[in-house]
């Protein structure tokens, strides 16, 4: 099993460029969540979705949208990039209930010049 | 809404000292609690989770923590580290909705010979 699967690793954007950051999970999980990792703040939650064609969002959504066609695929996508979506990219996959393991992906390194 | 504070922002221990690193939650009901742990340029990976019961659990790499509810805490405790354990360590509650997983900000570990 791969698990959890992001790409690209590392990617570099002009301000205003658009695109899509792939995830992608083998374990059937329902739950997947995006996050963004700051220096000093930790992971914050983007969106998530519990199931596909099922989507929420986190405690910092803007700039960005998602959607789940399949239970495998989670993608995120950046309509309009700004300096400040400048961060590391994770995505995360769990089984549904409480209490459960989330398994992650390796990291997208973004940089919006 | 839950929240999840870790005070210490930066540890430094020496290999085979005891280590304690504090997690402190905010939550109405009783919360779901984990401990992740990030090496560098890598994803999370769980060293250990606590819903309820015993309030000593027990995780991965001869970690443990303490869940106390009268002090709102969740810390994390090695008896002896090994320069292996040098990483990033997260605290994280789970919303009781199930979906929502919050972050904390972080501790990073580094031990010195």
């Known amino acids: 099993n791969a698990g959890v699967t992001q790409t690209p690793k590392f990617q570099v954007l002009k301000t205003g460029q658009s695109m899509t950051l792939q995830c992608a999970q083998d374990?059937?999980?329902?739950?997947m969540s995006w996050y963004r990792q700051d220096p000093g703040m930790g992971l914050r939650l983007i969106h998530y979705?519990?199931?596909?064609?099922?989507?929420d969002q986190g405690e910092v959504p803007n700039g960005y949208n998602v959607s789940r066609s399949t239970t495998e695929d989670f993608p995120l996508r950046l309509l309009s990039a700004a300096p400040s979506q400048t961060s590391v990219y994770f995505c995360?996959?769990?089984?549904?209930?409480?209490?459960?393991?989330?398994?992650f992906g390796q990291g997208t390194r973004l940089t919006v010049v | 809404a839950q929240s999840v504070t870790q005070p210490d922002i930066h540890i430094t221990v020496s290999e085979g000292a005891s280590l304690e690193l504090r997690c402190n939650y905010s939550?109405?009901?009783?919360?779901?609690l984990f401990w992740y742990v990030q090496s560098p340029g890598q994803g999370l990976q769980l060293l250990l989770k606590?819903?309820?019961?015993?309030?000593l659990v027990q995780g991965i790499k001869c970690f443990e923590a303490e869940f106390k509810r009268s002090q709102s805490s969740f810390n994390l405790r090695k008896p002896s580290v090994h320069w292996s354990d040098a990483a990033e360590y997260f605290c994280?509650?789970?919303?009781?909705?199930?979906?929502?997983?919050?972050f904390g900000t972080g501790t990073k570990l580094q031990v010195i010979p």
């Open positions: 374990m059937n999980h329902e739950y």
């Open positions: 606590y819903f309820s019961g015993d309030t």
């Open positions: 939550y109405g009901a009783t919360p779901y």
């Open positions: 995360a996959s769990r089984v549904r209930g409480p209490n459960t393991e989330a398994f």
């Open positions: 979705s519990v199931g596909a064609g099922i989507t």
């Open positions: 994280a509650v789970e919303s009781g909705g199930y979906q929502k997983v919050t």
